[in-house]
């Protein structure tokens, strides 16, 4: 057998409760930006990969497992799809996600760091693919908190909340005011979406998330997939809306043609993965 070459021998780890999650790979750029450290690696396994303060957020040829579930049970299922709003996001994963539709006319992302963007137009160019030169994409560099906070009323049918975990720059992005500043700007059949953590390895969180999403919208629920690269490798994501579940009913014809391109989401795979709760998750969140 060949040696390894020395370049491709190291190991690159997320350290989360005594448990190490680690690709093998070579670091291609690493900075401290204003908000957090940004380091992209290429990886033997899953191509180009990207770390924020030393968390894994996303590689190459994993990110679908993750932007498809957040982005497409939302997207398929609001009753209009014409104004879209993603908070944080910066990889351009959720983006491509969003533009996928040709119903969308306006789609504002809204990324705290510049830094994030500009490094992952670079590094992880496939991401966002053709979504940066979609002019329906208008890139906000702000405070999301303060973009919710300030929009006038019904102003999107869709808001996704693509962060990081709950600390650093995506803190506020966890709590009952920002959920009711984003259930205020939300239109009339409109869908909240946001990542929600693992139900293993941030359990506390996660359950939080969704009992204080549930006391502002009228229905709240969570979705769960495996995202192997991720603490757990088992994630979640939580749709809310006011009125009725209408997450959980995809329009046929708009689900049709985007499953086509997916390689994880389609209605079959979301209806199982809504049904997907664990027995102890669900007793806790009933109590």
Same mark, same amino acid.
């Given at each position: ?15 989360? #409760?005594?448990?190490?999650? !680690?690709?093998?790979?070579? *670091? %291609?750029? #690493? ?29 190459? %040829?994993? =990110?679908? &497992?993750?932007?498809?579930?957040? /982005? ?9 799809? #014409?104004? *879209? ?10 983006? +491509? @996600?969003?533009?996928?539709?040709? @119903? /969308?006319?306006?789609?504002?992302? *809204? =990324? ?15 991401? !966002? ?23 006038? !009323?019904? &102003?999107?049918? *869709?808001?996704?909340?693509? &962060? ?16 009711? #500043?984003?259930? +205020?700007?939300? +239109? ?7 990542? &929600? =953590? ?19 919208? $009228?229905?709240? $629920?969570?979705?769960?997939?495996? /995202?192997?690269?991720?603490?757990? !490798? ?19 014809? +708009? ?28 007793? =806790?969140?009933?109590?």
């Amino acid at each position: 057998m060949e040696p390894k070459p020395a370049s491709l021998t190291r190991w690159i780890d997320e350290y989360h #409760n005594g448990v190490r999650y !680690g690709l093998e790979g070579k *670091v %291609l750029f #690493n900075e401290k930006s204003c908000f957090q450290q940004i380091t992209f690696i290429e990886s033997k396994r899953y191509g180009t990969a990207l770390l924020l303060d030393g968390c894994w957020m996303t590689a190459e %040829l994993q =990110e679908k &497992s993750y932007h498809e579930c957040l /982005v497409q049970p939302a997207l398929c299922s609001a009753k209009n799809i #014409n104004n *879209v709003l993603i908070i944080g996001g910066g990889d351009g994963g959720t983006a +491509r @996600e969003c533009l996928r539709h040709a @119903e /969308v006319k306006r789609l504002d992302l *809204v =990324e705290i760091d510049r830094r994030v963007v500009e490094l992952s137009q670079k590094y992880l160019p496939t991401l !966002g693919g053709n979504a940066w030169t979609d002019p329906r994409l208008h890139i906000n560099i702000n405070d999301g908190v303060e973009w919710v906070k300030n929009k006038k !009323g019904a &102003s999107y049918d *869709v808001i996704i909340i693509d &962060s990081s975990d709950p600390q650093g720059p995506a803190k506020g992005l966890f709590n009952k005011l920002f959920f009711e #500043n984003c259930k +205020r700007i939300l +239109r009339s059949g409109g869908v909240f979406a946001t990542q &929600s =953590e693992s139900p293993e390895a941030f359990r506390k969180i996660h359950i939080e998330t969704i009992k204080t999403i549930r006391e502002v919208f $009228d229905f709240a $629920d969570p979705l769960y997939g495996s /995202v192997p690269l991720y603490p757990s !490798g088992w994630w979640s994501w939580t749709f809310a809306a006011m009125g009725k579940q209408f997450y959980k009913e995809p329009i046929q014809q +708009r689900a049709q043609t985007i499953a086509s391109q997916c390689d994880i989401w389609s209605i079959e795979w979301q209806t199982g993965a809504f049904k997907s709760m664990p027995a102890s998750i669900h007793r =806790e969140l009933s109590q």
